[in-house]
């Protein structure tokens, strides 16, 4: 059976962020822990509290949300080196009683339905192949009357076509939709009193310190165009200029939550 362009993409993200990782990246989303507390009070998260974190990547999400509430967590995500790195990291911090990592596609689930408090994932769902399914199956695994939530980047225009490469949806920003589209999402998925709102706004410093990765992305997208012949030819600093710009008016980020039935 051929492999399809979703599952092609999947794998080259899958092998973009464990090339990341060797590079000593661990936080891929903007706004840091802010954001992920930001995220953790959308879905009420407290001690005890049982929580799945989808694509829960190098672990940082999971390792935090087990240290700031002492809340009971498990990671998900489709990397095994990332599951193993989480897994190592949970042990250092003497974590692993609170936080596990399991390998496996967020479009199967394999947990009980209502096994969970609630269900999040951040910087993710732009990545998914099916996005509706994925958050059906979040909901599935989350007791009925509580949360599922995800932070994510959005788009807010017109994305210029010399981003939509493998790359840049990698990086979140190719995949990315604006806040209604992926508020519908949930919608489709069943889910009930949806809401979305915007962080944009606290993100203080510019896209280049903010998440320097995703912006050096963007000047490779650019230089990438311009070898190619399909943009015109800029210095760096004009080439800097554009991708600041692009970055702080083409996009934003969100959290989008719903309740299940």
């Known amino acids: 059976m051929e492999t399809s362009e979703g599952e092609e993409l999947q794998?080259?993200?899958?092998?973009?962020y464990e090339d990341q990782l060797i590079k000593g990246?661990?936080?891929?989303?903007?706004?840091?822990?802010?954001?992920?507390?930001?995220?953790?009070?959308?879905?009420?998260?407290?001690?005890?509290?049982?929580?799945?974190?989808?694509?829960?990547?190098?672990?940082?999400?999971?390792?935090?949300?087990a240290m700031k509430f002492k809340a009971e967590v498990v990671g998900f995500d489709l990397s095994e080196k990332m599951v193993n790195h989480a897994t190592e990291r949970a042990c250092n911090l003497g974590l692993q009683t609170l936080v596990t990592?399991?390998?496996g596609d967020v479009h199967k689930m394999p947990f009980e339905r209502g096994f969970f408090d609630a269900a999040i994932s951040e910087c993710s769902l732009c990545l998914f192949r099916d996005k509706v399914q994925v958050i059906r199956n979040m909901a599935q695994v989350v007791k009925s009357g509580h949360k599922v939530a995800v932070s994510d980047v959005i788009s807010k225009g017109e994305i210029p076509k010399e981003l939509h490469t493998p790359?840049?949806?990698?990086?979140c920003l190719a995949g990315a939709q604006p806040l209604k589209e992926t508020m519908d999402i949930f919608l489709k998925a069943g889910l009930k009193d949806v809401r979305g709102y915007e962080l944009t706004?606290?993100?203080?410093?510019?896209?280049?310190?903010?998440?320097?990765?995703?912006?050096?992305?963007?000047?490779?997208?650019f230089k990438d165009a311009i070898r190619l012949g399909v943009y015109e030819a800029k210095d760096e600093s004009e080439l800097?200029?554009?991708?600041?710009?692009?970055?702080?008016?083409?996009?934003?980020?969100?959290?989008?939550?719903g309740i299940v039935p």
């Open 11 to 16: 794998e080259f993200t899958v092998k973009y």
């Open 25 to 65: 990246m661990e936080n891929f989303h903007p706004g840091g822990v802010d954001y992920t507390e930001k995220l953790a009070k959308e879905v009420g998260l407290c001690e005890g509290s049982r929580i799945l974190d989808v694509a829960s990547g190098s672990g940082e999400t999971a390792l935090y949300l």
């Open 101 to 103: 990592f399991k390998k």
């Open 167 to 171: 790359l840049l949806y990698a990086c």
């Open 201 to 221: 706004a606290d993100i203080n410093d510019p896209w280049k310190q903010e998440l320097p990765v995703l912006y050096n992305e963007v000047m490779n997208a």
């Open 240 to 257: 800097d200029r554009l991708a600041e710009q692009l970055l702080s008016e083409k996009f934003g980020y969100a959290i989008i939550s």
